[in-house]
T-cell receptor, first 113, second 113 residues
């Protein structure tokens, strides 16, 4: 049963703490992506990776970090430098190439107080 | 960098009628893909339809069709015979040769009985 998993579904943290969001896929996709979505807004690209051990910044990378040590995994760390980390975070993966759609995980709702 | 614009924050349509959701884009890449996704209140992202920049014909998938006007850089989604279950957020997205995928701000569609 192929797909993308994100855990946990809900995450609560205190201000000043780093937190890592998990994203795993078993679709054999080369490309993986992280997006942030604020209430009633669109998806904003944080980071993306086209291949293992390589990743690029998106539009709002400040305060976030990623790693891509395995094809299946693309964890996102929300650091204490991120000023407004409370949001819905979506991970996606796809085959490389302009003609392939992204497959999305169920998302993680992060609340920082 | 590419840009996606959705100018309709909200749209209403009567059940069984057709509705058009607008999307314009901007890119300097000759090769790109255009996508539409649906996001119900549950938060999941559902892929609806794809159009390639070199495709001569407009894409269709069941009740969904994409009105692609390359010279105008528009890729409007047409939903025919609207159903109550079509009420959701709809996002237009573009994938460039560089591999990144960016989304518009979205349109909230409400289908009235």
């Amino acid at each position: 049963d192929g797909g993308i998993t994100q855990s946990p579904k809900y995450l609560f943290r205190k201000e000043g703490q780093n937190v890592t969001l998990s994203c795993e896929q078993n679709l054999n996709h080369d490309a993986m992506y992280w997006y942030r979505q604020d209430p009633g807004q669109g998806l904003r690209l944080i980071y993306y990776s086209q291949i293992v051990n390589d990743f690029q910044k998106g539009d709002i990378a400040e305060g976030y970090s990623v790693s891509r040590e395995k094809k299946e995994s693309f964890p996102l760390t929300v650091t204490s430098a991120q000023k407004n980390p409370t949001a819905f975070y979506l991970c996606a993966s796809s085959t490389r190439g302009v003609g392939y759609e992204q497959y999305f995980g169920p998302g993680t709702r992060l609340t920082v107080t | 960098a590419q840009k996606i614009t959705q100018t309709q924050p909200g749209m209403f349509v009567q059940e069984k009628e057709a509705v058009t959701l607008d999307c314009t884009y901007d890119t300097s890449d000759p090769s790109y893909g255009l996508f539409w996704y649906k996001q119900p209140s549950s938060g999941e992202m559902i892929f609806l339809i794809y159009q390639g920049s070199y495709d001569q014909q407009n894409a269709t998938e069941g009740r969904y069709s994409l009105n692609f006007q390359k010279a105008r850089k528009s890729a409007n989604l047409v939903i025919s015979a609207s159903q109550l279950g079509d009420s959701a957020m709809y996002f237009c997205a573009m994938r460039a040769y560089s591999g990144d995928m960016r989304f518009g701000a979205g349109t909230r569609l409400t289908v009235k009985p």
